[in-house]
């Protein structure tokens, strides 16, 4: 077993380690009518940072239909991702299985396509298992875990696929990073009637979806925007790919816009969802923090690709008019809780090892009580106000990019107590920009984190 093997085989036993004894409420039984069981519209937004949404930050620029849903459902205030960057995270979500499991520990480039480890063909997926259970299930937007045919979204549950399986393409010429025609229609070419800007094209594919549902069978629409990922392009505006360098100038004005579209956007589907009036459970969630946008340099380079909080901590809300009331949870909930809610929702028959099924995000309960993370050989532990992150003593770039441009020192003496990591550690309620690195005043509590981590194995 390799080093990075070794540390990411601990992910799952330690979210075991920390799983809470929560009691599911009023659950809806196997037995009751199909009809009667909601459909889930599951938003996933690309890169999206919580301080960009007026529902997190007052200071924000207003996102009025995003924070709608913010504020009328279950806000999360601390719902963690499994990892900072995309395919890693996106397979934790769709499998409620950590790294170790679904053997996506890395991004899947399609420069790299058929390389890499894809998502593991043993585990079912939320829509392999809603599908199952008579759901209908469509994925209209990014894929990301899988190049190879049998990872393809219609071998892994998904009866539609309209999308795109790379990490990003164009937004407006359609194309990805290695100049090929990204938009699928299933196995098939996908090209549009009318060429737009990639967000408003997925918007009206869900919007078609949605209208076509007879509720004979509810649905479940997984819509996986790839907004605000870079490059940033704004409707009307000339295509990048192929040829062409992404514009270096006013990046975090552009993600802004970026943001404001998919608000936009968002804006429209609420339109149709309130007129149909039907039981729909809405989720939104980002699959990693913010890539680009904050006010200082150090700040950014503490968001996507870090186990800061700006990478792992995201804008998450249910809204499910009449079923959730309107709340705000500080406790930790974290992507793994996705699987094993919309299951439970759906009454459907879950994977009989799978280990998460007694919580779900519904539940009125309160959350893990710690949480662990390994990234690239980076590993962060959260319980309560405290968050350790320890850092392997290497030159790679995952692992550098923790030390540059922040004001942290490797903790050389602290090194040889810590298996040879350089530990950071921040107390959260005093600093949650995490700007004040505590570790040498605070060894205890850092042991204590560091033990949590050792106790999973
Ligand atoms: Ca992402």
């Known amino acids: 077993m390799t080093k990075n093997n070794y540390f990411t085989g601990m992910v799952l036993i330690v979210f075991l380690y920390v799983l ?6 009023n659950r809806p039984s196997p037995e009751r009518a199909k009809d009667a069981r909601p459909s889930i519209l599951f938003i996933v937004a690309d890169d999206l940072g919580k301080d960009v949404l007026r529902a997190y930050n007052p200071a924000a620029a207003a996102t009025p239909h995003l924070d709608f849903w913010a504020n009328h459902g279950r806000k999360f205030n601390n719902f963690y991702v499994t990892s900072p960057v995309c395919s890693p995270s996106r397979a934790s979500m769709l499998t409620g299985y950590a790294s170790d499991m679904n053997d996506v520990d890395k991004i899947l480039k399609p420069s790299l396509a058929g390389q890499q480890p894809e998502l593991a063909s043993n585990l079912p997926t939320i829509a392999s298992t809603l599908k199952t259970s008579g759901y209908v299930t469509a994925l209209i937007g990014k894929w990301h875990l ?9 071998q892994r549950g998904f009866d539609l ?4 399986l790379a990490g990003h393409i164009d937004y407006i010429s359609h194309v990805d990073s290695q100049g090929e025609f990204g938009l699928m229609d299933g196995e098939e070419a996908w090209i549009p009637e009318e060429r737009k ?9 869900a919007i078609t979806f949605i209208q076509q549902s007879d509720r004979a069978e509810p649905y479940f629409l997984m819509l996986s925007y790839a907004t605000p990922h870079r490059p940033y392009l704004l409707p009307g505006e000339e295509a990048i790919f192929p040829g062409k360098s992404e514009r270096d100038k006013d990046q975090a004005e552009r993600y802004t816009a970026m943001v404001q579209l998919l608000d936009e956007e968002i804006g429209r589907l ?34 996507k690709s870090t186990l800061f909080e700006g990478g792992i901590n995201v804008p ?4 499910w008019p009449g079923k959730i009331a309107a709340t705000s949870s500080s406790e930790f909930f974290s992507a793994l809780d996705l699987y094993p809610t ?13 280990v998460y099924k007694n919580f779900t995000l ?26 350790a992150i320890f850092i392997p003593n290497n030159d790679s770039k995952i692992t550098q990019r923790h030390f540059n441009f922040t004001s942290f020192s490797k903790h050389e003496e602290l090194a040889a107590s810590f298996d040879g990591y350089y530990p950071l550690l921040f107390n959260l309620a005093a600093d949650p920009g995490e700007s004040n690195d505590v570790a040498l005043e605070e060894k205890t509590k850092l042991q204590e984190l560091r033990e949590i981590y050792q106790n999973s194995k």
Not at 20 to 25: D, H, M, N, V
Not at 285 to 292: F, K, R, V
């Open 342 to 354: 919309f299951s439970e929702i759906a009454g459907a028959q879950m994977d009989s090892s799978f």
């Open 270 to 303: 609420q339109a149709v969802l309130e007129a149909r009036n039907e039981n729909t459970l809405v989720v939104f969630i980002s699959d990693n923090g913010a890539a680009i946008n904050a006010p200082t340099k150090e700040e950014r380079f503490k968001g």
């Open 161 to 164: 696929f309209k999308g795109f």
């Open 20 to 25: 809470s004894a929560c009691q599911p409420e």
């Open 197 to 205: 800007h990639l967000t408003q094209l997925l918007t009206d594919e």
């Open 146 to 154: 899988g190049y190879r045919p049998e990872n393809h979204p219609r």
């Open 362 to 387: 519904t539940d009125s309960c309160s959350g893990h009580e710690a949480l662990i993370w390994s990234f690239h050989g980076v590993q962060a532990v959260r319980k309560g106000s405290w968050k």
């Open 316 to 319: 998450a809300f249910l809204y």
